[in-house]
């Protein structure tokens, strides 16, 4: 099965902050990478697909990076709606597995 | 608009036996695949499993294969989840989760998961 890591597992940053978080695949995945954003008590909502496709009405605070092993999702300035948790997942064989998922918290 | 809508979920011993629905409505049914998907109360996110557009391919993940089937009604636009000789490791929300890109057959491809249910609870508990 392809390993997905996430890092941070959690961080705290403050509205208009820069956030990254990465994404690492124990394999080449190409581009064949998603990320979600679930709020609290909310069913998970696609980011952005294929690595860096921005879905519909997704602010374009928002982008991702990346090809073959190392990812990555850009917040380039945090709002209030942004605070979340963070999922990437691969979509490159199966089984389909996600990452661990990051915590965005409020400093 | 799209909606996805699970049912079925419950309370069962270990052993026992649920079966999921899907209900789904907004979109062309039969173009796309659909995904089970489930995640534990504070944990991550777990594929289960997907089942293609025309119900004529399944994929299942290692933990429920053998155990677990997908099959879907075109006549009344429902997925379903067979779930048999539950485990407690079993216990989670389910939720159903359509493929971005239609006619898909493999479970690998270029598509991400664009709609989503909000889920139905499944407890394993003795």
């Known amino acids: 099965d392809i390993q997905m890591i996430q890092s941070p597992s959690s961080l705290s940053a403050s509205v208009g902050d820069r956030v990254t978080i990465t994404c690492r695949a124990s394999?080449?995945?190409?581009?064949?990478l998603n990320w979600y954003q679930q709020r609290a008590g909310r069913v998970p909502k696609l980011l952005i697909s294929?690595?860096?496709t921005l879905q519909s009405g997704v602010p374009s605070t928002f982008s991702g990076s990346g090809s073959g092993t190392d990812f990555t999702l850009t917040i380039s300035s945090l709002q209030p709606e942004d605070f979340a948790t963070y999922y990437c997942?691969?979509?490159?064989?199966?089984?389909?597995?996600f990452g661990g998922g990051t915590k965005v918290e409020i400093k | 608009q799209v909606q996805l809508v699970e049912s079925g979920g419950g309370v069962v011993q270990p052993g026992r036996s649920l079966r999921l629905s899907c209900a789904a409505s907004?979109?062309?049914?039969?173009?796309?695949?659909l995904h089970w998907v489930r995640q534990a109360q504070g944990e991550g996110l777990q594929w289960v499993a997907c089942?293609?557009?025309?119900?004529?391919?399944?994929y299942y993940a290692d933990p429920v294969k053998g155990r677990f089937t997908a099959s879907r009604d075109s006549s009344k636009n429902t997925v379903y989840l067979q779930m048999n000789n539950l485990r407690t490791e079993d216990t989670a929300v389910y939720h159903c989760?359509?493929?971005?890109?239609?006619?898909?057959?493999?479970?690998?491809?270029?598509?991400?998961?664009?709609?989503w249910g909000r889920g139905t609870v499944v407890t394993v508990s003795s």
């Open positions: 989760a359509r493929a971005s890109s239609p006619f898909g057959t493999a479970v690998a491809g270029i598509y991400a998961f664009d709609f």
């Open positions: 907004g979109f062309t049914f039969s173009d796309y695949a």
């Open positions: 089942i293609s557009y025309d119900g004529n391919y399944e």
């Open positions: 394999q080449s995945i190409t581009g064949y």
């Open positions: 294929a690595a860096s």
């Open positions: 997942q691969q979509s490159y064989t199966t089984p389909l597995t």
